[in-house]
């Protein structure tokens, strides 16, 4: 075993660590909201993590992880640092970057949808009705997406375009609407370009949820995508529902970008989808290895971006997505091939 091969096996080891205390304390955050024995199960262990956090801020001297806020928002962080980069590779092997920034706009339909519907219903509007809203909204545009490229006698990325630009478009009208009917509790700033402040403890559970959906998916239906990212064309003769597939992966597309929404923000989360992909493709001789390495550097885009942005109270977003470029750029600098150069395996 190759020395590359060890430093990605303990690299993934890490993340799957991460990502299992993750989804520890969204567990420990839910359950201590219950009753009986798995409430104070749940109350014990979360008041164990927060202290944890005390004994960092102690260690290093900051001030953040003693709250549960900042436990949340590194707990989304990390699962959007897997699957966002996880999708994304087949999304940059099909020349599909475009959809990623497509359904986020599509996204932010979908919160305009929802202050529309806070203004005309017993709504709250608050972020997670938001989120939700905009999670249904999202996924029945990718499969209408699918549908108008697939009827369509224009180039393909023209139906790209008009969802794009029509989608925002019909998000800022509905929004002014809303806004006019009544006010709701949140900034849209907030999800245009990410914040903190809006990752609520049913958002963060909604994250993991959809994470293992999506992680699961991937695993199951790996052979199936591979194949249609490098031969469509062969799938349909091999009989393969390749229609179906792409709805899936159009759909779980959706899913990725309504969650990672909540810290990257409508404008920005495209870029957790294609960045670390590309920077992958630069150094993976395989897929397998792209795909591995695109989730090590979206991991490694999201905390580092997490870190410097709380660090210096600044937005999110615009942390990560340059912390991704930075490794893009490194990654180009360092490869000595063309992005094309890649075995199907």
């Known amino acids: 075993m190759s020395v590359r091969n060890v430093l990605q096996g303990i690299s993934l080891l890490g993340i799957a660590i991460l990502a299992a205390l993750s989804l520890l304390f969204i567990s420990a955050d839910w359950l201590r909201h219950l009753g009986g024995p798995l409430g104070s199960f749940g109350t014990d262990l979360f008041a164990a993590i927060l202290s944890g956090g005390e004994w960092v801020d102690d260690t290093v001297g900051t001030r953040v992880f003693q709250h549960a806020f900042t436990w949340r928002s590194v707990s989304t962080g990390i699962l959007i640092g897997i699957v966002g980069p996880l999708v994304g590779t087949f999304l940059v092997h099909r020349q599909m970057a475009l959809i990623g920034e497509t359904l986020a706009h599509t996204a932010f339909a979908g919160v305009a949808v929802g202050v529309l519907l806070a203004g005309l219903t ?25 549908w108008l490229t697939a009827h369509t006698d224009s180039y393909g990325d023209v139906p790209i375009a008009i969802v794009l630009t029509g989608s925002f478009a019909v998000g800022t009208l509905l929004i002014s609407w809303g806004r006019d009917i009544s006010p709701i509790p949140i900034e849209i ?12 403890p049913e958002g963060t559970r909604l994250v993991a ?22 031969d469509e064309q062969a799938a349909q003769v091999a009989r393969l529902n390749v229609s179906g597939y792409n709805s899936l992966l159009i759909v779980m597309t959706a899913v990725v970008v309504v969650g990672a929404m909540q810290i990257l923000g409508v404008i920005l989360v495209a870029g957790l989808l294609v960045i670390p992909a590309a920077a992958a493709s630069q150094l993976g001789k395989s897929f397998r290895e792209t795909l591995v390495l695109s989730v090590i550097f979206g991991q490694l885009s999201v905390l580092l971006g997490l870190a410097f942005a709380v660090s210096v109270d600044l937005p999110p977003g615009g942390a990560i997505i340059v912390a991704a470029i930075i490794i893009y750029l490194i990654a180009i600098t360092v490869s000595d091939r063309a992005i094309g150069q890649i075995s199907v395996h």
């Open 189 to 200: 700033e907030d999800f245009l370009f990410g914040s903190l402040a809006i990752v609520t």
């Open 122 to 146: 017993p709504l709250s509007g608050s972020s997670d009705e938001l989120v939700f809203i905009a999670l249904i909204v999202s996924a029945v545009a990718a499969l209408g997406l699918q």
């Open 209 to 230: 949820v959809l994470t293992v959906v999506v992680v699961g998916l991937v695993v199951v239906n790996y052979k199936q995508f591979l194949f249609i990212t490098f």
